[in-house]
């Protein structure tokens, strides 16, 4: 997918004194106060660049709320889980090798590894059980009361009445976690796009560190978001697999079970390939165009894997699949005043909209410590999403609204080639490689005011600049040199509405 909407263009200002760090291969842009953090390579180097880009945001993750809060800054405690941890989970190893990857950012970027509670460096086994957070406790009372997560898929004749929809699906998800700071204050959108052949790019909606899939979206318009299950049992001679790297394999893949379409069954393959420690069910969803557009997953160590359709429902009304923590087919179903507070909404009208996703979830399952609520149309890409930054429910903040193909833009510099329709383009920047002064040839389809802004790579502004176009060619000259060092930058050129252009370049 090549879009030309919004241009970056990230630099390396060389001066007498080289770089010695790898150069990340990422960068992070901000929308309202939503933090998108793109990243790109192979697995190895996309981890690279979350720890370069968020290592201190990692670090707070980790430090503050995985040893802090999940274990009370209890080294001992800690360690009897690492053991366990090592003994009974096996990793892929392009997760192992992106878990080395974020280390080395981490580094690269002025972040120490030491832990002082655990006194040794975090190595790579620490970053899997974070990954695995949900995968860790026995008792999973940990979760229960705080990880009440919710979602309801609607199609067909529920949604054909709606003129944005005409039949096609929607999901509105809420994820209830513990509202911890450390979380709150740390929101992102991960957009990762792989090197690798057999992968496809990707969205994930989640915190620094962890790069499993706990709510995903792909370019195919699969949309997977994870709820915990009520019932946790398992064999403990079995070696399990972190449902989170699951669940990625199956949206991160091309054709996870080589049915030569991409659809939500690839995610119910990638879960049942894997052996589960944790009761965990999956609302999966594309749009109606791909086979199976719409399922549950639900999965237990003791019974397995099961996938849940419209056909399975027995009390909920039209074209709708909802879930909650509870299981409605894996085990004989128990009560749940989510569940029944969403039943008895459709009840009185099966009829759907965005609007009405959202607050028919709202009324019967939104709780105090909701931290993200995700609304998804897999047709046209658009999403919805409120991240919690304080006290007040997500659900209960007005979202930013996305589109996948926003989100997924990405235009190699080895392919100059614009849309007709482009409204900006960048088209040379002299001298290469960059120093003091750089003049930059860029195309402009009116006649407009544009600004020209300068990122470090973390998203921080540096500098920004108002100037006139002309409709055609034009060129800029910009001085550098005044407002940095040597490192990588990003400049941004857009217009004061919503058009801008989009590249990547790298100069040494």
Not at 392 to 421: I, W
């Amino acid at each position: 997918m090549k879009k030309y909407i919004c241009f970056v263009i990230a630099i390396l200002v060389i001066s007498s004194s080289l770089l010695y760090a790898q150069e990340p291969q990422g960068y992070i842009e901000l929308k309202e106060d939503k933090k998108i953090v793109r990243v790109w390579g192979t697995h190895y180097e996309r981890g690279y660049a979350q720890g370069y880009l968020l290592c201190d945001e990692i670090t707070d993750v980790f430090c503050t709320y995985f040893i802090g809060y999940i274990f009370n800054n209890n080294a001992y405690l800690y360690g009897l889980t690492r053991a366990n941890f090592e003994q009974s989970f096996v990793v892929d190893n392009k997760y192992i090798t992106e878990g080395d990857g974020l280390l080395d950012g981490m580094v690269a970027g002025g972040q120490t590894l030491y832990n002082y509670v655990l006194e040794r460096d975090v190595d790579v086994t620490d970053i899997m059980m974070c990954n695995s957070i949900i995968d860790l406790a026995d008792d999973k009372s940990l979760f229960s009361n705080n990880s009440l997560c919710s979602s309801i898929a609607s199609w067909g004749t529920s949604t054909i009445n709606v003129p944005e929809l005409l039949g096609e699906s929607i999901i509105t998800r809420f994820l209830d976690w513990i509202p911890h700071k450390s979380l709150t204050d740390n929101h992102i959108i991960l957009v990762s796009f792989p090197s690798e052949p057999d992968e496809q790019n990707w969205i994930s909606f989640t915190f620094p560190g962890l790069f499993g899939c706990l709510s995903a979206i792909n370019e195919n318009s699969v949309g997977s978001f994870y709820n915990v299950g009520n019932n946790n049992s398992y064999d403990p001679q079995d070696t399990f697999e972190p449902i989170f790297l699951s669940i990625r394999n199956g949206i991160e893949a091309l054709d996870y079970d080589g049915s030569g379409q991409c659809n939500p069954m690839d995610v119910a393959y990638a879960v049942n390939d894997d052996v589960q420690r944790t009761g965990s069910i999956m609302n999966v969803i594309s749009s109606t165009e791909k086979d199976s557009f719409a399922l549950v997953i639900e999965c237990n160590n003791y019974k397995g894997v099961t996938v849940r359709t419209q056909a399975d429902n027995t009390v909920i009304p039209g074209d709708n699949l909802a879930a909650t923590n509870h299981f409605r087919k894996l085990y004989t179903p128990v009560y749940c005043y989510r569940y029944e507070g969403i039943v008895d909404s459709l009840d009185i009208s099966t009829f759907i909209d965005p609007d009405r996703s959202w607050s028919l979830l709202s009324g019967a399952a939104g709780i105090s410590s909701n931290i993200q609520a995700i609304q998804y149309i897999p047709l046209t890409g658009t999403i919805l999403w409120s991240a919690r930054t304080g006290s007040v429910p997500a659900y209960l903040l007005a979202p930013t609204s996305f589109t996948t193909d926003e989100l997924f833009e990405y235009v190699s510099v080895d392919d100059p080639t614009p849309d007709q329709d482009v409204e900006l383009l960048i088209k040379e920047i002299f001298p290469y490689p960059a120093q003091n002064e750089i003049n930059i040839a860029y195309f402009s389809k009116k006649a407009q005011n544009v600004l020209w802004t300068l990122y470090d790579v973390r998203g921080r502004k540096i500098y920004q600049q108002e100037i006139r176009t002309i409709a055609g060619e034009n060129d800029f000259t910009f001085d550098i040199s005044e407002h940095t060092s040597s490192g990588l930058y990003i400049i941004k050129i857009s217009d004061n509405v919503v058009s801008a252009a989009e590249t990547i370049l790298i100069l040494r």
